[in-house]
């Protein structure tokens, strides 16, 4: 499961749980004493939403940066450039 699809379940798991804990009773009823224990849940639930998008935003970046060398040697064995580009390249790169 993807992490936007957890994350989408859980709002909707969360959002069940506090219509059935404030739901019915009237005056006198179930549901008003636990608004302590979903408060906390609500607030829980928003801070590890804020660091799932941290932490998905940064992963990105990460999984997706190649060395100028690893791009290099890829461009070499795929046959695009010759062993003299590829050598006159790699000169350059490594300083």
């Not at 190649?66 to 040697?73: M, V």
């Not at 890829?74 to 010759?82: L, Q």
Request: glycine residues 12%.
């Amino acid at each position: 499961m993807s992490n936007k699809s957890s994350t989408l379940w859980i709002l909707i798991a969360l959002l069940v749980v506090v219509v059935l804990l404030f739901s019915g009773g009237g005056m006198m009823g179930f549901g008003m004493g636990s608004g302590a224990i979903i408060m906390v849940l609500f607030w829980g639930a928003i801070i590890w939403l804020v660091i799932s998008l941290i932490n998905a935003g940064t992963q990105k970046s990460e999984e997706t940066s190649e060395s100028a060398l690893a791009i290099l040697k890829k461009r070499y064995a795929r046959g695009e450039i010759t062993r003299e580009q590829y050598l006159e390249m790699e000169k350059e790169l490594k300083g």
